[in-house]
Every structure is written in C-alpha cells, then in structure tokens.
C-alpha cells in the first residue's frame, strides 16, 4: 500500500487540500500545507494510536512532597 492510500489522499495528490504535490515539499503542494500539517501535530490534533507507555497512567503523579497541617 503506498503512503499516500494509507493517508487517506489520491496519489500525488497534498494530503491536506487535495491539489497535485510537488516535489520541493512532497507529499505537500506548498509550503503553506506542510506548515499546516506541522502545526496539527503540535497541537495535538494528531495521534498515534498504541498502548501506554510503561508507568504511565490517566492520574497526575504525585508530587510526595506535602505540607504538614497547621494547628
């Protein structure tokens, strides 16, 4: 399966709005979507499907530094 079936987009085609990708910025058309596509993965908007790594868990960590409490 070549990476542009698996992303979702037609061969040759920028994932992101869907023109001809050139080569300076393949997969991308331009500049312009490779930024966009960055940015989406900085925020977050993206990810990667898997297990937890180990250790970690849905709760914050406990800092194990607590204040005794006034009298």
Known sequence: MTEAKR??????RCPICSRPSQDDYRPFCSRRCADVDLSRWLRGSYAVAGEPAHG???EAPATGTSRPEES
């Open 56 to 58: 970690e868990r849905d």
């Open 7 to 12: 992303a979702g987009a037609a061969p040759g």
